[in-house]
């Protein structure tokens, strides 16, 4: 998933939970949780997991996750600490991920390893072109966003 639906999960999240460490935590589980739904991005072209396709999409997700912040910035209390906790932890797996494919530092190879389990759980049999899935999350974003009070 792009890093802007796993943020809005985790905005989510943090305004229904008030105990900041167990939104952390729920926010961290839930990011495994919905990497498993297929959402095409498995069987993008080898020449796009390269370092410009990384940047790519760290550029386009934060465009959008601070385009969310600053839509929803009155609306969501975002002060709130359970808010950034839980919205932290929904994030920090993907960076985990970034900075493992670019360094290959060997001590996030056990996430990685539990990363992939989950991102490929379903889409190793039931992957989609990368436009579906594009499609998927934005529909996905979409209706999130309505439960973000």
Do not use: C
Not at 32 to 46: E, L, N, V
Not at 73 to 86: G, H, M, N, T
């Amino acid at each position: 998933m792009f890093l802007t639906v796993h943020g809005a999960i985790g905005i989510i999240i943090g305004q229904r939970i008030q105990n900041p460490i167990f939104a952390f935590f729920l926010g961290l589980i839930a990011h495994y949780i919905f990497d498993a739904i297929p959402h095409g991005d498995s069987r993008t072209p080898q020449n796009w997991k390269g370092m410009m396709f990384l940047i790519s999409a760290a550029a386009i997700d934060i465009l959008t996750l601070g385009s969310l912040l600053l839509i929803f910035y009155q609306r969501i209390e975002f002060l709130k600490p359970s808010v950034y906790w839980a919205f932290f932890g929904s994030l920090l797996p993907d960076f985990f991920q970034a900075i493992y494919l670019t360094s290959n530092k060997k001590f996030l190879k056990l996430h990685q390893k539990l990363h992939n389990f989950f991102h490929f759980l379903i889409a190793k049999k039931y992957e989609w072109k990368f436009t579906t899935g594009l499609i998927l999350q934005i529909i996905f974003f979409i209706i999130l966003l309505t439960f973000i009070v």
